[in-house]
């Protein structure tokens, strides 16, 4: 009998512990949140949305203009070969688009124009600004009557009279001082052709002495020393 009693008592002692067992296996799995995906989604698709339309702005804002590929000295006239194309953003000031380059083609480099500088009308024009009291002129000179070194705009200079005769002597002035313009070579003629601008009044004498070859080229320090 007692037995049977201790048997009882430890089914009893057993069964809540089984039982709790059995409920926790039968509790319901959470179901997943579709609510939270679709969310997610909307969200992403937002994302990608308004990514789209700020490229498509970013592109409507946008131009192809000039810029140099390769250095351009003042007073240099550009040539084609001279430019190229970049964006940037359309209310950007002193540009020309590329589609207008002949507008560019031929214009003098009013300031020097470094590799991948913008090209407009601030910084081109048909002529390099001086005043009413200048002139330029082109002085043709041998080459062993000039510097070695490639003369460039801004370049000060002396302009000397070199008579072939000793005895010859300049009506005046036999030096004048100028600022160089530009610089070529004359295939034809063999001669560094230098556009020089002078004050008015030296204009006639630098004249006569290119067209009589007795001019020479002398490269100054910029202060003219």
Do not use: C, H
Not at 38 to 63: D, E, H, K, P, R
């Amino acid at each position: 009998m007692s037995t049977t009693t201790s048997s009882l008592a430890e089914r009893k002692q057993v069964k809540p512990e089984a039982e709790s067992r059995v409920t926790k296996g039968m509790l319901p799995q959470r179901a997943p949140n579709k609510r939270s995906g679709f969310l997610m989604l909307v969200l992403a698709l937002a994302v990608a949305g308004g990514l789209t339309v700020l490229y498509g702005l970013s592109q409507a804002g946008q131009i192809t203009v000039l810029t140099t590929n390769e250095s351009v000295v003042r007073g240099q006239a550009i040539e084609a070969q001279d430019l190229t194309s970049i964006e940037v953003g359309k209310d950007t000031p002193n540009v020309v688009e590329a589609e207008s380059a002949e507008q560019i083609i031929g214009k003098k480099a009013l300031v020097d124009l470094t590799a991948g500088s913008l090209v407009g009308p601030d910084n081109t024009g048909d002529s390099v600004n001086f005043s009413s009291e200048e002139t330029v002129v082109g002085i043709g000179v041998a080459p062993a009557n000039a510097p070695a070194r490639t003369l460039v705009a801004g370049d000060t200079v002396r302009v000397v009279f070199t008579p072939s005769d000793p005895e010859t002597k300049a009506s005046g002035v036999s030096e004048l001082t100028g600022i160089v313009e530009a610089s070529s070579i004359d295939e034809n003629e063999g001669t560094l052709v230098v556009d020089v601008r002078l004050k008015e009044k030296d204009a006639a004498n630098a004249a006569r002495w290119s067209a009589a070859s007795t001019a020479a080229i002398v490269l100054d320090g910029a202060d003219g020393k």
